[in-house]
């Protein structure tokens, strides 16, 4: 499910809301404000600390911005195609959320059937 926000309100209110949020892709500027988005995640972060972001904007981006980014975050300049903006949500939701691994350690001292 997708669910959108234009403003800084808009989206504070749905982060703080009860619906599940899989990944929060925020423009840094959000109207007129040049660095509402980064706020926006800022204030994500806050509420849903594991919460993966991916940031864009048409306009450049400074080192001093990119110390604020909050992780896990990716960046995704425009313009952009669908399927990069496809494959940076996909590796947000794997990096963030990873498969767990099998517990090996039950089976380490148990014996082999047969032996």
């Known amino acids: 499910m997708v669910v959108t926000a234009t403003g ?11 619906k599940p949020v899989d990944v929060l892709f925020v ?4 109207g007129n ?8 995640a800022q204030h994500a972060r806050e509420r849903r600390p594991h919460l993966p972001i991916l940031y864009t904007t048409g ?15 990716q960046f995704l300049p425009k313009p952009y195609t669908a399927e990069q ?3 940076s949500v996909a590796f947000l939701l794997m990096n963030a959320n990873p498969p767990p691994r099998p517990d ?3 089976s380490l001292g148990s014996p082999r059937p047969g032996t």
């Open 8 to 18: 800084i309100d808009g989206s504070q209110a749905l982060l703080d809301g009860e």
């Open 27 to 30: 423009d840094i500027t959000l």
């Open 33 to 40: 404000d040049p660095e509402a988005g980064l706020r926006t």
């Open 59 to 73: 306009s450049a981006v400074d080192d001093g911005m990119k110390a604020l980014f909050v992780e896990p975050c």
């Open 85 to 87: 903006l496809k494959k």
């Open 104 to 106: 090996l350690s039950s």
